[in-house]
C-alpha cells in the first residue's frame, strides 16, 4: 500500500479526496498499535515535563474536524498524557455577543498559552473560515481576508516563541453517520447529540471545500497543517501522538541549570 502523506508542503493545494480517513499504514488493528501508543505517550510526559521546567516555548495545538471527527477524543487519549498543571484546554463555541464586538482574533489570541505552557485549541479561529464561510455568517469579502489575517496572526506567535502545530481529523461522511447513531441509541452519549449538527452534515461537501481552502491556504512551515486519517479512533490517536513527539523533539528542551553549587548546600533536619 502506498503510504499517505500526513502534510503537503507550502504552497501546494490539499485535496480531501486523495485522503483516505480509513488508512492505517502498516496497522491491521488497534493491538498492533497499543505497544507503540504507550511508548509515545509516556515520551510526551517527559517532553512536556521539560517545557514546563524549562519556561522557555509555548506550544499550541490546533484541533478542527467536523462534528464527531474526535477532538475530545484525542484530547482525552493523546493529550491526556500531560500533566494537567501544564496545559490549558480552549474550547470554541459560537461567538457572544461580546466576543463578535470585537474582531475574530481577540478571544482566540487571549488563549495563546504562555511560554512554558502546552495550549489546545478545541476549535479555533478557523471556525471564521469554515462554519462562518459555510453558513453565510459573514459575507464573503469579510471571511476572503481571513486566512491573510490568520497567516500574520500565526508568524507573530510564532516569532514569539509560540510552536504551532495544527491537525485536521479527517473522518468519512459514513463514519460520522455510525458515530452520530452511536450518539442517539447511547444513553451516555446523549448528550453530545446535536440535532444542529445533522444540519452540518448536509453541507459535508461545502465543508470539504472551505477545509481545502483553509489548509492549503493557511500551511506554513511556522504553522503546518496535518491531516490525520481519523475514521480508526487507535490509529488517530497513535499518528497524533507521533507528530507531538516529532514537533516537540525540534524544540532545544532541556531541564534548566540548578542553582550554582548545588552540592554544597546541607539539608536542614
Ligand atoms: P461543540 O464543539 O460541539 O461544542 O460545538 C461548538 C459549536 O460552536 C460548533 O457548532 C461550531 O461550529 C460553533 N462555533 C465555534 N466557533 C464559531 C465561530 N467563530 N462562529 C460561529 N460558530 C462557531
Ligand atoms: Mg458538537
Not at 70 to 85: L, T, W, Y
Not at 224 to 244: E, G, Q
Request: proline residues 6%; charged residues 30%.
Amino acid at each position: 500500500m502506498k503510504e499517505q502523506p500526513l502534510t503537503l508542503p507550502p504552497g501546494k493545494r490539499f485535496r480531501l479526496k486523495d485522503f483516505d480517513p480509513a488508512y492505517t499504514g502498516t496497522f491491521g488493528n488497534k493491538k498492533d498499535a497499543a505497544q507503540e501508543l504507550q511508548d509515545n505517550l509516556e515520551r510526551l510526559h517527559s517532553l512536556q515535563e521539560m517545557l514546563y521546567a524549562q519556561g522557555k516555548h509555548a506550544l499550541l495545538i490546533v484541533l478542527q474536524a467536523m462534528d464527531t471527527g474526535g477532538k475530545d477524543g484525542v484530547i482525552e487519549h493523546v493529550m491526556g498524557a500531560f500533566n494537567p498543571q501544564g496545559v490549558r484546554v480552549a474550547s470554541f463555541k459560537a461567538p457572544t455577543e461580546e466576543e463578535l464586538a470585537h474582531d475574530f482574533l481577540w478571544r482566540v489570541h487571549a488563549a495563546v498559552p504562555r511560554r512554558g505552557m502546552i495550549g489546545i485549541f478545541n476549535r479555533s479561529h478557523y471556525e471564521d473560515v469554515l462554519v462562518v464561510r459555510v453558513r453565510k455568517l459573514a459575507p464573503e469579502e469579510v471571511w476572503q481576508k481571513r486566512y491573510d489575517h490568520i497567516n500574520a496572526f500565526e508568524r507573530l506567535l510564532a516569532d514569539s516563541g509560540v510552536t504551532i502545530v495544527k491537525f485536521y481529523l479527517h473522518i468519512s461522511k459514513a463514519e460520522q453517520k455510525e458515530r452520530l447513531l452511536e450518539r442517539q441509541r447511547t444513553p451516555e452519549k446523549h448528550w453530545k447529540f446535536s440535532p444542529g449538527d445533522l444540519e452540518e452534515r448536509t453541507r459535508w461537501d461545502e465543508y470539504m471545500a472551505a477545509f481545502e481552502d483553509a489548509l492549503t491556504r493557511c500551511n506554513q512551515d511556522y504553522a503546518p497543517w496535518y491531516v490525520i486519517p481519523a475514521d480508526r479512533k487507535w490509529y488517530r490517536n497513535l499518528v497524533v501522538s507521533r507528530i507531538l513527539i516529532e514537533t516537540m523533539e525540534k524544540l532545544d528542551l532541556a531541564y534548566p541549570e540548578p542553582p550554582p553549587d548545588l552540592e554544597k548546600y546541607t539539608i536542614p533536619d
